[in-house]
T-cell receptor, first 112, second 115 residues
Framework: KQEVTQIPAALSVPEGENLVLNCSFT??????LQWFRQDPGKGLTSLLL?????REQTSGRLNASLDKSSGRSTLYIAASQPGDSATYLC???????????FGKGTRLHILP | AAGVIQSPRHLIKEKRETATLKCYPI?????VYWYQQGPGQDPQFLIS???????DKGSIPDRFSAQQFSDYHSELNMSSLELGDSALYFC??????????????FGPGTRLTVL
């Protein structure tokens, strides 16, 4: 059974800092790995999707890496801004049935 | 570009009542997934449909049922509502199933509150 773990559960950093969010998964039989952003009470915004054959994916100040063999992914946020405050969810679609397994998220708070 | 549409966006019900949530997938998408996200929790897979047939089932209570119609929209029916059913319900759609991964696109969610 796939388990997705995110560390830390919560993080507060001053504005302007670079930061790393971690995700680990137990079953490497994945198609890809996806990072989502969720604002309180709101929907899921897809940030980055890394195919299992890729090592990393970049979008603006965001960079996500994937090490499938070790079951790890990181989301790097450069030059953090207060608007980056949200919960970041790591999500893994399973090869066998396509359903997505989510981590419990990292609640990020960027201090102005 | 057209996105996944969910209705209603907000719904308030009393205990033991019934609720119906609707999902309209992206045009030409034939697969629909339902997820439930309780307060402070991560989204949990409930059920999915491919070409109007149930393709997978997760932690969906027996009080819930769902179907996919000929136009590919889906409805999640929830009966005998309990306080613990209060959650954000997401629908996602994709094109195809079992032929390599097809990205799931999420709707904005329906917030169900059971009083």
């Amino acid at each position: 059974k796939q388990e997705v773990t995110q560390i830390p559960a919560a993080l507060s950093v001053p504005e302007g800092e670079n930061l790393v969010l971690n995700c680990s998964f137990t079953d490497s039989a994945i198609y890809n790995l996806q990072w989502f952003r969720q604002d309180p009470g709101k929907g899921l915004t897809s940030l980055l999707l890394i195919q299992s054959s890729q090592r990393e994916q970049t979008s603006g100040r965001l960079n996500a890496s994937l090490d499938k063999s070790s079951g790890r992914s990181t989301l790097y946020i450069a030059a953090s801004q207060p608007g980056d405050s949200a919960t970041y969810l790591c999500a893994v679609p399973m090869v066998r049935d396509d359903k997505i397994i989510f981590g419990k998220g990292t609640r990020l708070h960027i201090l102005p | 570009a057209a996105g996944v549409i969910q209705s209603p966006r907000h719904l308030i019900k009393e205990k033991r009542e019934t609720a119906t949530l609707k999902c309209y997938p992206i045009p030409r998408h034939d697969t629909v997934y339902w997820y439930q996200q309780g307060p402070g929790q991560d989204p949990q897979f409930l059920i999915s449909f491919y070409e109007k047939m149930q393709s997978d089932k997760g932690s969906i209570p027996d009080r819930f049922s769902a179907q996919q119609f000929s136009d590919y929209h889906s409805e999640l029916n929830m009966s005998s509502l309990e306080l613990g059913d209060s959650a954000l319900y997401f629908c996602a759609s994709s094109l195809g199933l079992g032929q390599g991964y097809n990205e799931q696109f999420f709707g904005p969610g329906t917030r169900l509150t059971v009083l």
